[in-house]
T-cell receptor, first 108, second 113 residues
Framework: GENVEQHPSTLSVQEGDSAVIKCTYS??????FPWYKQELGKRPQLIID?????GEKKDQRIAVTLNKTAKHFSLHITETQPEDSAVYFC???????FGAGTRLTVKP | DAGITQSPRHKVTETGTPVTLRCHQT?????MYWYRQDPGHGLRLIHY???????DKGEVSDGYSVSRSKTEDFLLTLESATSSQTSVYFC????????????FGPGTRLTVT
């Protein structure tokens, strides 16, 4: 199965700034790339996903970009707000390995 | 919330006792999963099911068993609970293909004393 590495493990930004979290994968056959958000004390929630036949997908302030040549996909959050503070995961879909994720803190 | 419920939501039990957690879904999804979440480890897959009576092991299956006798219910059993199994347990379902578009239940906080 594919391996996914997520960076950074922690990220702190000022409210209004942008945040980018990157995941790299190794299996060229990977075709689905999801991002989950988990707020403190709550369940993980799928916030955006992308298929391998698409390079970018946007939903309001969040976007996911896919670079198949470099084998990485990124989550972009613009105009960050305190409610964006959470742990974000890009799981390895083949065997559903979530890893520790990226803890994003947005400072007001 | 994709019609997923978990019961109980909180449980405190003693070491050595059996514990069963229940995940119930109302939307007839084929794939169901059990994860545990511990600080510093993210989510780790325990077992998953790809249909009635069809289950398989995940990353951390030792000490756990599962059963799925009906599409809507996926049970996780700790035959003899240990303190290392103190955790938050999440159930999830997939729309369509395994691993795609997972939706999680509210979680069960289990404490083994």
């Amino acid at each position: 199965g594919e391996n996914v590495e997520q960076h950074p493990s922690t990220l702190s930004v000022q409210e209004g700034d942008s945040a980018v979290i990157k995941c790299t994968y190794s299996d060229s056959a990977s075709n689905y790339f999801p991002w989950y958000k988990q707020e403190l004390g709550k369940r993980p929630q799928l916030i955006i996903d992308i298929r391998s036949n698409v390079g970018e997908k946007k939903d309001q302030r969040i976007a996911v970009t896919l670079n198949k040549t470099a084998k990485h996909f990124s989550l972009h959050i613009t105009e960050t707000q305190p409610e964006d503070s959470a742990v974000y995961f890009c799981p390895r879909v083949g065997d559903m390995r979530f890893g520790a994720g990226t803890r994003l803190t947005v400072k007001p | 919330d994709a019609g997923i419920t978990q019961s109980p939501r909180h449980k405190v039990t003693e070491t050595g006792t059996p514990v069963t957690l229940r995940c119930h879904q109302t939307e007839n999804h084929r794939y169901m999963y059990w994860y545990r979440q511990d600080p510093g480890h993210g989510l780790r897959l325990i077992h998953y099911s790809y249909g009635v009576k069809d289950t398989d092991k995940g990353e951390v299956s030792d000490g756990y068993s599962v059963s799925r006798s009906k599409t809507e219910d996926f049970l996780l059993t700790l035959e003899s609970a240990t303190s290392s199994q103190t955790s938050v347990y999440f159930c999830a379902i997939s729309h369509g293909t395994s691993g795609y578009e997972q939706y999680f239940g509210p979680g069960t906080r289990l404490t083994v004393t």
